[in-house]
């Protein structure tokens, strides 16, 4: 048995416990996590790494989440943690090859595309996740702790006022949907002139403000974004602040139906002594079971990054 296998068995164990003393699984999970860091239960699995205890906490997660299923209890499947990573590396090389950088995610959920990314570049992150659902957000922190990936967490409205400093770049899994306080909404350029706004958008105009110039920001967006009635003014908006450096589409195949097919967006924040790409990345990432073809993708991302 794997080594992360053996730590979910451990997880789901006293988190049907928990169950069985009318708790939903997911707060058992909730519960079985934070009791181990406060010394209440006790179990350790030799030669774990961050990795393996982050997949099995991703494992037992995705159980609860099935179980009662709320709207905005989803998560970032690993694949799509892994390629948007794979980018982030890319963008950043030389920063990565000389220090840290910092990142955000102003709609953390539980956590799962961020620490992917810290797992990755390990110890080459400093994280700021932001979230409103206290759940999702305990999860997140006690991910962080027993992964020991330290992380700042804000439990907000990311749409509101936020304190959180510029960062190099931004990773983010766009809550897709409309944003009911449309008070708030009314201080954002992409608020709708009829109607509710998007929180895409307004996501993407917050992230956009919370990154330093010259930044590059990735996010996950619905497949159809720049088709909705109120593209217009996205496209206007992202042509006066950023450059758009590439839409990478993603296999039919990772999604239930057409209606949730995404794609990855990155965008630079604009900066006075740096010039917008020759030409946009555009590229379709192939079925990931196909080796070969992988690889000609990442050799296509490799050419256009050193031509740009």
Known sequence: MEKFEHIFNIIN???EKFEKQDMTYLDGVLAMLEGTLDGAFKWEVEGATKEDMRKAIQIAIL???RKNTQPNHQMTPDTLGLLVSYFVEQFYEKDLAEGSISVADLALGTGNLMFTLMNVLDGKVEATGVEVDELLIRLAAATADLTEQPIALYRQDALESLLVDPVDAVVCDLPVGYYPNEEVALDYELCAEEGMSYSHHLFI???LKH????????FLIPAALFESEQAKNLHKYIKKHA??????QLPETMFSSKAHEKSILILQKQRADVKAPREVLLAKVPNMANKQALAMFFEKVRLWKENK
Do not use: D
Not at 243 to 248: D, N, P
């Open 13 to 15: 164990e006293q988190a």
């Open 63 to 65: 159980k609860g989440m």
């Open 205 to 207: 105009e917050q992230s």
């Open 211 to 218: 990154t330093k110039e010259g930044g590059y920001l990735f």
């Open 243 to 248: 450059w758009i450096q590439a839409v990478i």
